[in-house]
């Protein structure tokens, strides 16, 4: 193999990389919150970049759907509403059940394997946090063989976009009494994916996103009394904001 001497160009995109996946880490993780302002000086210094790599990093978060970009203001965690989740999970009531539907016939045995090693896990979790990435992982998982690459980024963006909601809504509902609790969803849709039942699982899809928005409908306030949406950028001055920027950080969340 010819030793390439690395480029500022190649080293400029592994910053951009890195810099995305701690970013993409925090959020998903609950480090970095919603609606919170991310300045680029301040990513920059804390990677030791230049403001390049960091513009290059935030534009890919947002293509994911978990970063918010305002020409002149900045970058926010993206944030949705109790509504804009309903409208979310409708949606995902449509598109997830295809990919699951397409998924199934390709999924190995190996797959399979690691679908039931995680379902037993989401069974004996005892805290939210662990919950979520795992439910995150199952999902994500059995929908990854359809050979529809398309669809399958849509649904990536829009379990991202909901991430911080979901957390809430796991914690103030499926586990309001408590962890570990079962989910029968989880484990019937198991078991049509083991028998190789493409339009069961599908079906088990729907079911179980459809379950979900309707408790979210049950709960949400009513449109008239949800706060203003803040995937649309906050104001520059909201004092309320959460801002990691060179000035002030209440904490790191690439070190919490």
């Known amino acids: 193999m010819i030793d390439v001497p690395n480029s500022p160009e190649a080293d400029g995109r592994l910053l951009s990389v890195r810099i995305a996946d701690d970013i993409r880490r925090a959020v998903l993780d609950g480090s970095m919150l919603p609606g919170t302002r991310v300045g680029q000086e301040w990513l920059a210094a804390k990677f030791g970049a230049s403001r390049i790599p960091v513009r290059e990093a935030l534009r890919q978060l947002q293509d ?7 020409p002149n203001r900045g970058a926010w965690i993206a944030d949705v509403t109790s509504q804009e989740s309903i409208e979310v999970y409708k949606i995902r009531e449509a598109l997830e059940p295809l990919a699951m539907a397409e998924s199934v016939p390709h999924l190995s045995d190996e797959d399979i394997s690691a679908l039931e090693v995680t379902v037993a896990r989401l069974e004996r979790v005892d805290s939210v946090q662990e919950y979520i990435p795992l439910d995150r992982a199952f999902h994500l998982k059995a929908y990854s063989r359809a050979p529809l ?29 408590g962890l570990p609790f079962s989910d029968p969803q989880h484990l019937m849709l198991v078991e049509m994916i083991r028998a190789r039942d493409a339009e069961g699982a599908a079906s088990i ?52």
């Open 64 to 70: 994911e759907g978990l970063v918010i970009l305002a």
């Open 149 to 177: 690459p398309h669809l399958l980024r849509t649904i990536e963006r829009y379990w991202n976009t909901t991430q911080h909601f979901r957390r809430w809504f796991v914690k103030d509902s499926l586990a309001k009494d």
């Open 205 to 256: 899809v729907r079911l179980h996103i459809r379950r979900t928005r309707l408790l979210i409908e049950k709960m949400a306030p009513p449109p008239k009394e949800r706060p203003k949406s803040r995937q649309r950028a906050p104001p520059i001055a909201a004092d309320s904001q959460t801002s990691f920027d060179a000035d002030a950080s209440p904490h790191d969340p690439f070190t919490a």
